[in-house]
Antibody, heavy 120, light 106 residues
Framework: EVQLVESGGDLVQPGGSLRLSCAAS????????MHWVRQFPGKGLEWVSG????????GYADSVKGRFTISRDNAKNSLYLQMNSLRPEDTALYYC?????????????WGQGTLVTVSS | DIQMTQSPSSLSASLGDRVTITCRAS??????LAWFQQKPGKAPKSLIY???TLQSGVPSRFSGSGSGTDFTLTISSLQPDDFATYYC?????????FGGGTKVEI
């Protein structure tokens, strides 16, 4: 059974940093692209970042480019999102999501999310 | 960047109704289009990828069609479990993008 478990969400002050983690199990992690998607309170979904199976290609939403960094450790079956220079508008539930293929072929599984709150 | 526009933003329907949701991309994306269902307080669930391929376990009353810029999600006979918000997403080009969502209500 595919499982994606996010952690690291917290309350942080504007300008602060946070590192989210996603522990994956139930599939060959090194064979799949991965994504971070966020959902603002009471609002829709926003794709944040994606990474190919071998970290060979990475993409970011314009809203986080230059502030967030996605990475993965295939030996640890883990995905990460380093979030710097956080703003109140980054407050959201952050989901880790698995891609169907090694690059970008569509999302098939989602975690339950970890909450990031940016506020003074 | 590619923008995704969904319509309608909400709709009211009855059990057994045929429901159609549309999604338009600001430029051609071939068939790199996915649909997701989300219920309140829950993570999204993947329904369809490659515009028309059902994810494993998704009921056959769901179908997707389209290519290029115009896509549709159809629920052939609305069931109680289908009342939710639906999102399309293009994955043709980074940055990926979701539509604004369509809330299906009773």
């Amino acid at each position: 059974e595919v499982q994606l478990v996010e952690s690291g969400g917290d309350l942080v002050q504007p300008g602060g940093s946070l590192r989210l983690s996603c522990a994956a199990s139930g599939f060959t992690f090194s064979g799949h692209g991965m994504h971070w998607v966020r959902q603002f309170p009471g609002k829709g979904l926003e794709w944040v970042s994606g990474i190919h199976w071998n970290s060979g290609k990475i993409g970011y939403a314009d809203s986080v480019k230059g502030r967030f960094t996605i990475s993965r450790d295939n030996a640890k079956n883990s995905l990460y999102l380093q979030m710097n220079s956080l703003r109140p508008e980054d407050t959201a539930l952050y989901y880790c999501a698995k891609d169907i293929g090694p690059r970008v072929a569509g999302i098939d599984y989602w975690g339950q999310g970890t909450l990031v709150t940016v506020s003074s | 960047d590619i923008q995704m526009t969904q319509s309608p933003s909400s709709l009211s329907a009855s059990l057994g109704d045929r429901v159609t949701i549309t999604c338009r991309a600001s430029q051609g994306i071939s068939n790199y289009l996915a649909w997701f269902q989300q219920k309140p307080g829950k993570a999204p669930k993947s329904l369809i990828y490659a515009a028309s391929t059902l994810q494993s376990g998704v009921p056959s009353r769901f179908s997707g069609s389209g290519s290029g810029t115009d896509f549709t999600l159809t629920i052939s006979s609305l069931q109680p479990d289908d009342f939710a918000t639906y999102y399309c997403q293009q994955y043709h080009t980074y940055p990926l993008a979701f539509g604004g969502g369509t809330k299906v209500e009773i």
